[in-house]
């Protein structure tokens, strides 16, 4: 079974910094292209971001919000993907989701999330 | 960006209506399409991936279909555990894009 746990949320003062981890199990981590997707509290879904596996190039991408602020990376002997959040902002608060894609198709596993307050 | 635009917002129905929510793309994505449920406080499931399949485990009572770059979701009989709020997802391009939800409720 595919268990994806985020992990690193809490209360950040603006300005401030946080690193969330998804530590995955249940598949292959090293071949699942995983990603980044956030809800601010009584909002919708907004993507954040991805990395693809390394066997694809390992390339990453982020929604503008997130562009020189944010860092996805990713441990495949670990089993964990990051998100290192910089900078951050009120609106940044949200509750941060990992997902993953491993079967080739639109197939998608998601977290529980985790939420990050930005608020001084 | 691709704009999705979901339709309606929020939707009242009765249990054992036929339910249906779109989503319109503002350019050609294929079928690369998903549509999730959201219960309050938990996760997004997935229901229908690549517009028309789907997902294992999921009642037969959902189905998605495309006409060009319109979506559509469909609960052929509402069910109570139905009520949540749904949302399509584009991954054809990058940034992927959701549209705005609908909210569900019964009547």
């Known amino acids: 079974e595919v268990q994806l746990v985020e992990s690193g949320g809490g209360l950040v003062t603006p300005g401030g910094s946080v690193r969330l981890s998804c530590a995955a199990s249940g598949f292959t981590f090293s071949s699942g292209w995983m990603r980044w997707v956030r809800q601010a509290p009584g909002k919708g879904l907004e993507w954040v971001g991805r990395?693809?596996?390394?066997?694809?190039?390992?390339?990453?991408d982020y929604a503008a919000p997130a562009k020189g602020r944010f860092t996805i990376s990713r441990d495949d002997s670990e089993n964990t993907l990051y998100l290192q959040m910089n900078s951050l902002k009120t609106e940044d608060t949200a509750v941060y989701y990992c997902?993953?894609?491993?079967?080739?198709?639109?197939?998608?596993?998601w977290g529980q999330g985790t939420l990050v307050t930005v608020s001084s | 960006d691709i704009q999705m635009t979901q339709s309606p917002s929020s939707l009242s129905a009765s249990v054992g209506d036929r339910v249906t929510i779109t989503c319109q793309a503002s350019q050609d994505i294929s079928n690369y399409l998903n549509w999730y449920q959201q219960k309050p406080g938990k996760a997004p499931k997935l229901l229908i991936y690549?517009?028309?399949n789907l997902e294992t485990g999921v009642p037969s009572r959902f189905s998605g279909s495309r006409s060009g770059t319109d979506f559509t979701f469909t609960i052929s009989s509402l069910q109570p555990e139905d009520i949540a709020t749904y949302y399509c997802?584009?991954?054809?391009?990058?940034?992927?894009?959701f549209g705005q939800g609908t909210k569900l409720e019964i009547k």
């Open positions: 990395i693809i596996s390394k066997t694809h190039g390992g390339t990453i």
């Open positions: 690549d517009a028309f």
């Open positions: 997902t993953t894609s491993y079967s080739g198709d639109g197939r998608d596993h």
């Open positions: 997802l584009q991954y054809n391009n990058l940034p992927n894009t």
